[in-house]
């Protein structure tokens, strides 16, 4: 499985970004996608997940502002991301996984990431 990233920029603090992580390969088997984000001299750590029947999980520090869900048709995940702060600013991996979890340990595959940079 192939996992390629898109979307990331430069954004002003209060602005939005949809992430979009199209995955490629053996996906003809039900899985789920997540999100996660590294900042610099940060461990990296869980923004959301979606499972393969469109369950949604979230990190307390993103709820309510980021939505996450999936275009099973196009094998896509989004992550819509508003009212963006500077603390959101990381390389943020989509991952690829049989379970939808925050745990990064059972996710199979992942992007390489896009950076997501939010000026105050």
């Known amino acids: 499985v192939q996992l390629v990233e898109s979307g990331g920029g430069l954004v002003q603090a209060g602005g939005s970004l949809r992430l979009s992580c199209a995955a490629s390969?053996?996906?003809?088997?039900?899985?789920?996608m997540g999100w996660f984000r590294q900042a610099p001299g940060k461990e990296r750590e869980f923004v959301a997940a979606v499972s393969w029947s469109e369950v949604t999980y979230y990190a307390d520090s993103v709820k309510g502002r980021f939505t996450i869900s999936r275009d099973h048709a196009k094998n896509t995940v989004y992550l819509q991301m508003n009212s963006l702060k500077p603390e959101d600013t990381a390389v943020y991996f989509c991952a690829w996984g049989p379970v939808a979890t925050s745990a990064a340990g059972r996710y199979d595959y992942w992007g390489r990431g896009t950076q997501v940079t939010v000026s105050s």
């Open positions: 390969g053996h996906t003809s088997s039900s899985y789920a």
